[in-house]
């Protein structure tokens, strides 16, 4: 496995795997490695010829007061696990890298990044999209691959792709839990195991959410009251936001039908925690 840090090195290893004909697969993370990134990592190599994971702790992503400086970075630990799992290059690159200058050019999704995590973090998803493009310009992988745990990313991603003309395909990948419901995310760290255990209550709300929509509940109001009085039972939880949308355009739904997403953002103790599910209600 090669190491990158710097941008001409990982083009040079693209390039070489290209002259070979092999399927180019990127998967791009903030590294702290867990069980979620690795089926990414996993789908990859079943896919791919040639798998590069990134490995970038993204400034512009992070709003201000929010996590960035105490964002885990193990990359030694990191670099095992992409070992381990047959990754052929990891591109772990400099701030200074990738933004050499101030950056004055962003990639803006409109209209699906005004809701949900949008709503609190006004600049969080302009700099997953520059981000990405410029990834995307640097590895130019044949496919990339993205969790359903950040449904919103992953959608607003889909679009960019699209509307730009990107020649790449997104792979979307199910959302890997803890045996106790939890979606598995590095930011879990930050909890103690009693919060742990407590946020367990954010699938269960979901699982709500599913079995009222199955059972034919079709009031969007009625499903959200359910399913927060389930999350404040998190003692140490903040709610953010609590929704039902529509999946595709990310609107909100009065009355569910069609493709829903479910999405909840909980503060746990120091932990902002997202998680949703996609539930098909029919028409
Ligand atoms: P991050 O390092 O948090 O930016 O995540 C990198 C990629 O891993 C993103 O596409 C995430 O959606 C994905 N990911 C994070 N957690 C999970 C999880 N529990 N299951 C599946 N994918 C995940």
Redesign the pocket.
Same mark, same amino acid.
């Given at each position: 496995m090669e190491v990158a840090r710097k941008i001409e090195k990982v083009r040079n290893l693209v390039k070489i795997a290209r002259s070979e004909e092999r399927k180019i697969g990127l998967?791009?993370?903030?590294?702290?490695?867990?069980?979620?990134?690795i089926?990414?990592i996993e789908a990859a190599v079943k896919d791919c010829d040639f798998v590069i994971v990134s490995i970038f702790v993204n400034p512009t992503q992070f709003g201000p007061g929010e996590d960035f400086e105490k964002y885990p970075r193990p990359l030694q630990a990191d670099l095992k696990v992409c070992q381990e799992a047959g990754v052929d290059v990891v591109f772990a690159p400099s701030s200074k890298q990738i933004y050499p200058t101030e950056n004055i050019t962003w990639v803006t999704v409109e209209k699906l990044t005004e809701s949900l995590c949008g709503k609190s973090r006004p600049v969080h998803f302009r700099g997953v999209t520059t981000v990405c493009a410029k990834l995307f310009n640097i590895v130019a992988p044949d496919a990339a691959?993205?969790?359903?745990?950040?449904a919103q990313?992953?959608i607003v991603i889909k679009r960019m792709v699209a509307d730009l003309n990107m020649p790449l395909e997104i792979v979307i990948?199910?959302? $890997?839990?803890e045996p106790n419901g939890l979606? $598995?995310?590095?930011r879990n760290q930050y909890l103690t195991a009693k919060q742990k255990k407590d946020a367990a209550n954010i699938y269960k709300s979901l699982q709500a959410c599913r079995k009222l929509i199955e059972a034919g509940i079709t009031e969007t109001r009625q499903i959200i009251d359910e399913m927060q009085k389930i999350l404040r039972q998190i003692p140490s939880g903040q709610i953010e936001y609590v929704s039902i949308v529509d999946a595709e355009t990310l609107e909100s739904l009065d009355e569910i039908s069609g493709k829903v997403l479910a999405a909840v953002a909980v503060k746990v103790g120091p932990a902002r925690l997202i998680d949703n599910i996609l539930v098909d209600a029919g028409k």
């Open positions: 998967v791009p993370t903030m590294g702290a490695l867990h069980t979620g990134h089926s990414l691959y993205f969790g359903q745990k950040d990313q992953a990948c199910p959302t $890997v839990r979606a $598995v995310s590095s």
